[in-house]
């Protein structure tokens, strides 16, 4: 499975990114797909996560407000749709995949496939 994230950039505080993730490779429909972000020095941290055969979404509470994940099967291409951008959200944003469950979870431990990140940074 790989994963790249594109959608990245600079943006000033208050404005909008929508970050994208191609997924390719052998996965099947029950899979599930996270978006994470990690800053220098720190842990890498859980922002949303959702499952391919299921609607439901994991949000992290502190982001629930503005950010929202969600995907085009079709295209095989999870998205994260970021508003009000905060200087605090600047860091390196990662997709990740896990295969063989159906719970979206946020920690990072439990999944297997990464891509490469995407930095945003707010101003």
């Known amino acids: 499975v790989q994963l790249v994230e594109s959608g990245g950039g600079s943006v000033q505080a208050g404005g909008s990114l929508r970050l994208s993730c191609v997924v390719s490779?052998?996965?099947?429909?029950?899979?599930?797909y996270g978006w994470f972000r990690q800053t220098p020095g720190e842990e890498r941290e859980g922002v949303a996560a959702?499952?391919?055969?299921?609607?439901?979404?994991n949000t992290a509470d502190s982001m629930k407000d503005r950010f929202a994940i969600f995907a085009d099967n079709a295209k095989k291409t999870l998205y994260l749709q970021m508003n009000n951008l905060k200087p605090e959200d600047t860091a390196i944003y990662y997709c990740?995949?896990?295969?063989?469950?159906?719970?979206?979870?946020?920690?990072?431990?439990?999944?297997?496939?990464w891509g490469q990140g995407t930095q945003v940074t707010v101003s």
């Open positions: 490779g052998n996965t099947h429909s029950n899979y599930c």
């Open positions: 959702k499952c391919s055969d299921s609607s439901f979404v």
């Open positions: 990740a995949a896990r295969g063989g469950v159906d719970w979206a979870s946020l920690s990072t431990s439990v999944y297997d496939y």
